[in-house]
């Protein structure tokens, strides 16, 4: 293999592209596998972050849209005051089957496109969605809404998976579950953005009562496209393709560093290293293969590819069930049902502001306690709070009414205090998910797996997300309105039986990947189980473990994985 010869300061060397190799210094110790992080490069990290602000506003504006008056005529028809069931169980949850198959879909995608591409195409998948949104009119309601928010939810789909996937990929390790919490916060910003919109359109009596709310989703999904383009795809995903100068080039711009900077080159040098290790574990295969490959292994084995993905996917299922979504979408008509209070805005807005003020917090614990701790002990209080709104309910809270003196069609809570005290365990609730299990379970998912098959793990794990949100979303009326199963505050046992689960299953499932890279990541995950994760420690680099000549990675490797990835 040719190589030149004029190295400058540790060694570097130009690349030889007519044989498709390039040498690389090997990160001598473990210290030396990531390049330090200027703050350009912090910002650019999380500006693809943002994309969570048109997830979160696409999930909250519905309930206004749904609620406007001459939407519901439109639907319904003329003097109808509300939506039926099944046209408001339709139009809440088409978004999240639309959002399931973008998630699976955009696994795919994001090997064939990289993951940047696929994030700005579900953009634009997603700003088409909308447009078909506004097309709806009082002649033509019902076919434009639920057509375009399937539309929009294939997009959400893409975005909502990939932009994990991406911001996993390039974000520095000791930074990276803050950087990875920024996209939760953004998912609460949009929640609120949109609840102050609804409650801005509301009185409107033309269509702009749910015209405005729906538009304005379109310059989220502009912003975050057109910003990417701007950006470097993921420098994981040049190694994995075998084009390592682009890798390189994109690693140096995350990192803020020049591209023939000793600490670029050392981190990079690890990432191709990690790959030959994961391909010689993962064979490259079929594309019906690459999606077997994230079930092969034993469930009881801590490292193998199923071990992972069912991690992945039940860490996304156990989010949903915590019951968060119930509380934001229909613990205010609760509220209002007992008499207790007049203005649900300004429940809903109080859950809102908690929600948005609590995940910052998280930027701090993740990195400071870690995934697994936070997940514990999240679990742990919002169970707490989920059996104490239950209890109360049940006893003296939101079950115990009376006929109100002026309006016998209208109930008034017998204790009002306790249907108080409910509000406020409901908000320390919100307080526990929003700072522990918002961001934790998308963090996670990001780090859990391999580079072989990180595309379709995430995709899987997000569409997990969605699958249980439909379903939720489903059945949560039959289960609480009072024609159908009429629970009232028992069913916060059921939630708090969840959350339970959820403890149990962070203590003996969820491992510790705080402060380590991906490639670390997967070297723990062999070594170790999730109880004992949090005390591993690296000692060995992967460029030591494929081999290294003269300080440099081993250029066969290097030559091994531009020929397997031009291959692919």
């Known amino acids: 293999m040719a190589t030149n010869n004029n190295k400058e300061g540790a060694g570097i ?43 979160g506003y696409d999930s909250g504006y519905i309930n206004g849209v749904n609620g406007a008056k001459i939407f519901v005529e439109a639907v319904e028809g003329p003097g109808a005051t509300e939506l039926s069931y099944s046209h408001l169980t339709l139009i809440t949850s088409i978004l999240s089957v639309g959002t399931f198959f973008g998630a699976v879909i955009a696994g795919d995608v994001a090997e064939w496109i990289g993951r940047k591409w696929t994030v700005i195409l579900g953009c634009f998948i997603y700003m088409i969605g909308v447009v078909v949104q506004m097309i709806t009119s009082p002649d033509q309601a019902l076919g434009p809404i639920v057509a375009g928010r399937l539309i929009a939810g294939l997009g959400v789909g893409f975005e909502s998976a ?21 996209y939760q916060f953004c998912i609460t910003i949009g929640i ?11 009185d409107r ?111 996304q299922m156990m989010q949903q069930w915590t ?35 609590s995940t910052p917090l998280s930027f701090w614990t993740v990195e400071r306690f870690g995934r697994r701790t936070i997940l514990i002990c999240g679990a742990f209080g919002m169970l707490i709070c989920q059996f104490l709104v239950a209890i109360i309910g049940v006893t003296v809270g939101f079950n115990k009414t009376h006929p109100s003196p002026t309006d016998p069609t209208e109930s008034l809570a017998n204790n009002i205090p306790a249907v108080n005290a409910q509000i406020a365990f409901i908000a320390i609730f919100i307080f526990f998910f929003a700072s522990t299990w918002g961001p934790g379970a998308w963090i996670v998912i990001g780090e859990i797996f391999p580079l072989p098959i990180r595309s379709r793990g995430v995709a899987l794990s997000t569409a997990s997300n969605w699958l249980w949100n439909t379903i939720i979303a489903i059945i949560t009326p039959y289960m609480v309105h009072e024609d159908k199963g009429n629970m009232k505050s028992s069913v916060f046992f059921v939630w708090g039986g969840l959350c339970t689960a959820a403890f149990v299953y962070s203590y003996f499932l969820i491992p510790e990947t705080k402060g380590l890279t991906l490639e670390q990541v997967d070297k723990m995950m062999e070594e170790t189980t999730p ?19 003269d300080g440099f990675l081993d250029p066969n490797v290097v030559g091994d994985v531009e020929r397997r990835g031009s291959a692919v």
């Open 531 to 549: 109880r004992t994760s949090a005390k591993w420690k690296p000692t060995t680099t992967f460029a030591s473990q494929v081999g290294t000549k």
């Open 192 to 202: 609120m953005l949109a609840s102050i919109v609804v409650y801005g359109t509301q």
């Open 205 to 315: 009596t033309d269509t702009g009562s749910y015209r405005i709310p729906i538009a304005i989703q379109f310059p989220w999904a502009l912003i975050l496209g057109g910003g990417l383009l701007f950006l470097p795809d993921s420098p994981r995903y040049f190694v994995k393709k075998g084009k390592i100068a682009k890798a390189k080039n994109s690693l140096a711009r995350v990192r803020g560093q020049p591209e023939d900077s000793i600490y670029v080159q050392s981190e990079l040098s690890e990432i191709i290293a990690n790959e030959e290790y994961e391909r010689a574990l993962i064979p490259s295969t079929t594309w019906f293969g690459s999606w077997a490959n994230c079930f092969k292994g034993s469930i009881f084995s801590p490292n193998s590819n199923l071990r992972r993905t069912v991690l992945g996917t039940s860490l």
């Open 13 to 55: 060397v130009q690349d030889e592209h007519r044989h498709g190799s390039i040498n690389l210094p090997a990160a001598q110790d473990i210290n030396g596998v990531e390049a330090p992080v200027t703050w350009k490069a912090y910002l650019m990290c999380a500006f693809a972050s943002f994309g969570g602000i048109f997830f």
């Open 162 to 182: 990939i932009v994990i996937l991406y911001m996993s990929e390039i974000c520095p390790r000791k930074v990276r579950g803050a950087l990875v919490a920024g």
């Open 323 to 357: 019951g968060v979504n119930f509380i934001f979408y229909y613990s205010t008509p609760f509220l209002k049902s007992t008499g207790a209070i007049s203005d649900t805005f300004l429940i809903s807005m109080i859950f809102t502001i908690v929600n948005v003020c």
